[in-house]
């Protein structure tokens, strides 16, 4: 699963504009690689974890030949290790460098947008449920060990909030470079969850005393996507949402102009209004084991 780079214009039933659904699309583009490197790095570290558990539950169990044969896959991995984790880190950076380059030229979308009041129909639309989407989890176990020192419980309470917060496919950095460090949605409140973790360690290290914490971070996808239907048009609205997002091509409401209009040939050129009839829809969940 991975995480969806978000405008906070984009609002259920609103009107929408085309050109920041294509700078979601330019920055998508831009992390995806980083997203295939991440995953394929999480995979080998999961599988150096396995066979390291494998080789230590095995040494009374089979010969010396056999656990050195595990122990030359566990090197193969370790290279492997290494070189994902390379490439990822060229990959980030590279991504790093085009999001801010994407920022630079003012594409990225701002916290604060304004269009035309929404020609829906509140009081006769509805939102409801269709299951058009997918269910899916991404599942992250991580063991943090406490080491008393000076910088002890900080280090300790950094530590588990930064997994909390790249514990999606998509780097933190990357995903709050997004939108200019907007919070994004879909891989979702990175910055909140990330400060919420960091306070919920703090507070119980400064009231018990700890050895370590697991952390286990959950990102769901529901199949259940949210979808207005019936999806009905005020006609008054609408003339006035067409005209106020359009001047140029300015909708007049007397009989003849309707029927011009009505009547006008469509081209590639004539301009459209946009409306967000759906969104798909997803969970986290972070739990700490002391």
Known sequence: MTSIPYDPTLVL????????????????????????????LNGLTRQLYKIKMLIQQMASLVDAAQIENLKNQERIIMKAVSKATVDYAKLFLKAQDELYKHTEKGKTSTKIGMTAESPMDYTKSEPKPHPISYDSIKFDVQYFQFESNKEGASSHASSISNFVHGSGSVPPEVMQALTGGAVPVGGGG????KQSAHDSIATTM???SLEGTIVIV??????????????????????RAWNATF???????????????????ETNFTPKMHMLSG?????????FVH
């Not at 990175?190 to 969850?193: F, L, N, R, S, V």
């Not at 979808?227 to 609408?238: H, L, N």
């Not at 969104?279 to 739990?287: D, E, N, Q, R, T």
């Open 247 to 265: 001047p140029g091509d300015f909708l007049k409401t007397s009989p003849r102009e309707i029927a011009k209009a009505a009547l006008k040939e």
């Open 190 to 193: 990175g910055g909140e969850m």
């Open 206 to 208: 400064a009231r018990h």
């Open 279 to 287: 969104c798909s829809l997803a969970s986290s969940f972070v739990g």
């Open 13 to 40: 039933g609103n009107i929408v504009d085309i050109s920041r659904i294509k700078a979601l699309q330019e920055q998508k583009a831009i992390v995806n690689p980083v997203a295939v490197a991440r995953e394929k």
């Open 218 to 239: 959950a990102h769901c996808n529901h199949k259940n996507a949210l979808m207005i239907d019936p999806f009905i048009m005020d006609a008054q609205k609408a003339v």
